[in-house]
């Protein structure tokens, strides 16, 4: 009586052992395959993403162009619906002179470094550099229009001389607005000296 137990209790376990090898083994078999398929699914991960940061009004059309004007519209039409609904009345600080002490939109650290520097009668680097650039650039420019003037012609063997020197003058400012580009704030970038184009406008 005890074997017969023993033996369906046995059989039980052999059973419940074949149907999780079963049950694991066509996991494994519909799981997805490495490479394509996998790609296929983080392409579609990422792209969902994508999709939940857009504004409503652009989410749904995937196979459609986005562009930052796009996006620009949006937010556009979204502020002239809210001064037409009235949002941006007896807002806080309305009729006030705003706080320009700080700059939200700049890391913490730069700007309480900013403004140590500011009420020590010191700028940024890149202020100064702009300064020094813009100083050089307007010295070099007047200095290649009075070699300029003073030639013969191309060949004058004074003019190749001054030609020379200001263009390694010139390379000493472009290496400056290299450097100035570097360290400036984005949108602050400026465009080195090119001697065609500033021989060019004197020609």
């Known amino acids: 009586m005890a074997s017969s137990h023993l033996i369906r209790r046995s059989m039980v376990n052999q059973g419940h052992l074949i149907l999780l090898y079963n049950t694991r083994r066509a996991s494994f078999s519909s799981a997805p395959k490495p490479g394509k398929n996998a790609s296929?699914?983080?392409?579609?991960v990422i792209d969902a993403a994508k999709e939940r940061?857009?504004?409503?009004?652009?989410?749904?059309?995937?196979?459609?162009?986005?562009?930052?004007?796009?996006?620009?519209?949006?937010?556009?039409?979204?502020?002239?619906?809210?001064?037409?609904?009235?949002?941006?009345?007896?807002?806080?600080?309305?009729?006030?002179?705003l706080d320009l002490s700080t700059n939200p939109h700049a890391d913490p650290a730069e700007d309480t470094l900013f403004r140590i520097l500011s009420k020590n009668g010191c700028a940024p680097e890149w202020v100064e550099l702009n300064k020094e650039i813009r100083t050089q650039v307007n010295i070099?420019?007047?200095?290649?229009?009075?070699?300029?003037?003073?030639?013969?012609?191309?060949?004058?063997?004074?003019?190749?001389?001054?030609?020379?020197?200001?263009?390694?003058?010139?390379?000493?400012?472009?290496?400056?607005?290299?450097?100035?580009?570097?360290?400036?704030?984005?949108?602050?970038?400026?465009?080195?000296?090119?001697?065609?184009?500033?021989?060019?406008?004197?020609?």
């Open 40 to 44: 296929h699914h983080l392409s579609a």
């Open 53 to 97: 940061k857009l504004p409503p009004e652009l989410r749904g059309h995937g196979s459609a162009l986005r562009s930052e004007t796009d996006i620009i519209n949006v937010a556009e039409q979204r502020i002239w619906q809210s001064m037409k609904e009235g949002q941006f009345e007896n807002l806080p600080g309305k009729g006030k002179p």
């Open 140 to 203: 070099w420019r007047f200095a290649l229009k009075k070699a300029w003037a003073n030639r013969c012609n191309q060949s004058d063997p004074q003019w190749i001389e001054s030609a020379e020197a200001l263009k390694q003058q010139m390379s000493v400012i472009n290496n400056k607005v290299f450097r100035y580009n570097l360290i400036v704030p984005f949108g602050r970038q400026m465009f080195g000296l090119k001697w065609e184009k500033e021989v060019a406008r004197l020609a």
